[in-house]
């Protein structure tokens, strides 16, 4: 499978950006999705998470309220809308496929998703 991750960019604190996930090469409708991100000398961590109908989503508190995960098994893509963004919301983000086919739970540990896109760069300025 291959993740193509794009949306990233710079934009001024309390606004919007929507981040795109294009999947191929695998059964992109069978697998929970999820975004991570890692910011400059930070570990990477849980953003959201989705399942592989749609119908279940996570977030980890910092983003809850403010970003939205969704997906289009149509066209294999999966989107984080983010509004409200903060300077502390800048890092490269990443998109990825869990590794179970038809999981629906929460997961937010890097080692349960098996494949990962290049990552895209948000930046937040003050």
């Known amino acids: 499978v291959q993740l193509q991750a794009s949306g990233g960019g710079l934009v001024q604190a309390g606004g919007s950006l929507r981040l795109s996930c294009a999947a191929s090469?695998?059964?992109?409708?069978?697998?929970?999705m999820g975004w991570f991100r890692q910011a400059p000398g930070k570990e990477r961590e849980f953003v959201s998470s989705i399942s592989w109908t749609g119908g279940s989503t996570y977030y980890a508190d910092s983003v809850k309220g403010r970003f939205t995960i969704s997906r289009d098994n149509a066209k294999n893509t999966m989107y984080l809308q983010m509004n409200s963004l903060k300077p502390e919301d800048t890092a490269v983000y990443y998109c990825?496929?869990?590794?179970?086919?038809?999981?629906?739970?929460?997961?937010?540990?890097?080692?349960?998703?098996?494949?990962w896109g290049q990552g895209t760069l948000v930046t937040v300025s003050s």
């Open positions: 090469g695998r059964t992109f409708s069978s697998y929970a």
């Open positions: 990825a496929t869990h590794n179970l086919p038809k999981f629906r739970g929460r997961s937010t540990t890097g080692d349960d998703y098996g494949h």
